[in-house]
């Protein structure tokens, strides 16, 4: 089964909102991180946040880390029509990828 | 600075055939994990190539293999194909640096379908 699960499977905001994204995990993990995909695409790397860290910011994103709770959340703030993508948290059990397990995905809309 | 390439874009196979896709690193990258992902799912880890070796294996058959060469390219073979196999196969560089965690760079993809 997979490590890590996103939720909502799927969200649609108006441009200008704020999206949140979260994602939950079964074992202890050395980091996290989150990824784009637009349209079948290949995956756009985001933020790595590792596991002794709280919290990340890469301009309008804001990355959480709550390890008691084995989950982390994606904030994208002031969403634009382009952010319009599917998002997946990846989990990394080694910091060598070997462990490294993708969850289904939320696929956030973003209307104009 | 180019980064991942696969090759080809897409592909079309009969049931029962082999492929082999291709994948070639960021610049500066030398290892290699593919993943398959099916329509609507999240990135299935296959395999990870590291000097030439299969670092690490996913929940794959011994149908899905795969090759490292010497300058870091990657092939992924699959044999006997079933209908199960149409996928997106992603492949990911990075570079393995000891005690540090690392990013995976994504090509674009080969979108393989089987019929």
């Not at chain 1, 999206?19 to 202890?28: E, G, I, L, R, W």
């Not at chain 2, 079309?12 to 896709?21: E, N, P, S």
Request: with cysteine.
């Amino acid at each position: 089964s997979q490590q890590g699960e996103e939720d909502p499977q799927a969200l649609s905001i108006q441009e200008g909102e704020n999206a949140t994204m979260n994602c939950s995990y079964k074992t202890s993990i050395n980091n996290l991180q989150w990824y784009r995909q637009n349209s079948g695409r290949g995956l756009v790397h985001l933020i790595l946040i590792r596991s002794n860290e709280r919290e990340k910011h890469s301009g309008r994103l804001r990355v959480t880390l709550d390890t008691s709770k084995k989950s982390s959340s994606l904030l994208i703030t002031a969403s634009r029509a382009a952010d319009t993508a599917s998002y997946f948290c990846a989990t990394d059990y080694d910091n060598y990828g070997q462990n490294f397990v993708f969850g289904p995905g939320t696929r956030l809309s973003v209307l104009p | 600075d180019a980064g991942v390439t696969q090759s080809p874009t897409h592909l079309i196979k009969t049931r029962g055939q082999q492929v082999t896709l291709r994948c070639s690193p960021k610049s500066g990258h030398d290892t290699v994990s593919w993943y398959q992902q099916a329509l609507g799912q999240g990135p299935q880890f296959i395999f990870q190539y590291y000097e030439e070796e299969e670092r690490q294996r996913g929940n794959f058959p011994d149908r899905f293999s795969g090759h490292q060469f010497p300058n870091y390219s990657s092939e992924l073979n699959v044999n006997a194909l079933l209908l199960g196999d149409s996928a997106l196969y992603l492949c990911a560089s990075s570079f393995r640096t000891s005690g540090e965690p690392y990013e995976q760079y994504f090509g674009p993809g080969t979108r393989l379908t089987v019929t």
